[in-house]
């Protein structure tokens, strides 16, 4: 068998590259019909998102200060503002709840606070805050803002003291 | 001028302050029912998102059921997401609910519902007052479905192992029975007395097979002999 010359080496080298050059084209050209080049490669990737309705609710302040009560006064309304934050897409309900008014062993009933959609805040009949969280039917637009009243109601012969109370105000869809 | 630049500082601190005091809790919206067999349990996943800059710490309230029906056994739920934790910025956070029912006295079509609860936690203290604290609040419904039919499959898999059990302990009868038939229990040795008088021994271990074609040889040997004539 006659030795290959350098010369013949490299055209053969040069054949095989070329003849996977075109098998590489042949298998990798689109079916689109697209004109691409002969070795270009091109891929469709098609990325999906599902975006879900969501809802937000701000409120404008952390504490409400009812002030020093007598046993047996009653102090409303006190207005908190809950905003529907911009980052949701549909409308809010209010839900509410709370905790006992406490200062140290001292107690009264989370049910002394009241809760309205406006600001005339009645103490009977009321909507009392319960430990249960409640459905206000109060609906905050997306992006919009509602109020919700508080009013809070001394129990006779309550003993002195410097009372807390846990709010929670939760958006709810 | 000195009036823009302090309202242009108020601006900015009022955004400032009402950025961290603000919640950016929301929740997915949607109407989250279980309907859970009885005797069996279901698991629902809610998605609480915290739409802010900041980790928000956050606590889970498991709800307390209302039942729609006197004398039910209330279903259990439990979450295996933990109550208490932080929800990274921008992050969409899924809470795990699983609804066990009980059979107790419940019959298909018993009902409850509650509020799961994902309150933001703050480390505010009021001296006197009430503090505000926000959160979502997701209404949730429960209701009692017909226990599960158990598969067949169940059967089938339990009749071939049953089959299995049966076919091994056979075999092993089988192979106790035969290994009784090579002679434990024989005599240490089979005498086989012809009749012609020869004694012809077999050992023990040779099946009775060996024994009948002994025999055989014996009685074909005496048809050969020739007989002695008186």
Partial sequence: ?173 | MNFQRASSFLFILSFLVFGVVSAQLGEVAGPVSFNVNISSSQTIQLNVINSGSSPISYKVILPQLVAQQVNSTAPNITSSTPLVGTIMPYTQFPINLTVYMPSGNNKPGYSWSGVVQVIETTNQTQAGGAVVQSGVAKIISISAAQPKPLNPLIYVGGIIIIAIIAAFAYKKVILSKKAAGKGATMPTSLYIRSKNGRISSSKPKKTRNKAKKQRKRVTSAKKKAPRKRR
């Fill in chain 1, 1 to 173: 068998m006659e030795k290959l010359n350098n010369v013949d080496k490299v055209s053969i080298a040069a054949l095989l590259l070329m003849s996977i050059s075109l098998t590489a084209a042949f298998v990798l050209s689109p079916l689109s019909g697209l004109a691409l080049g002969a070795n270009s490669l091109s891929s469709n990737v098609i990325g999906t998102v599902t975006v879900p309705s969501t809802c937000f609710a701000t409120v404008s302040n952390t504490a409400i200060n009812f002030g020093s009560l007598a046993p047996t006064a009653q102090y409303a309304p006190a207005n908190l503002v809950v905003d529907s934050n911009a980052g949701g897409n549909v409308a809010a309900n209010i839900v509410v709840s709370g905790t006992d008014w406490t200062s140290g062993g001292n107690t009264f009933l989370v049910t002394n606070t009241v809760w309205n959609p406006t600001n005339t805040v009645t103490f009977t009949p009321s909507n009392d805050l319960t430990a249960v969280p409640v459905d206000t039917h109060i609906q905050i637009s997306a992006g919009g803002s509602g109020n919700i009243y508080f009013g809070v109601q001394i129990p006779p012969g309550q003993a002195v003291g410097t009372y807390t109370q846990n709010i929670i105000v939760e958006s709810s869809c």
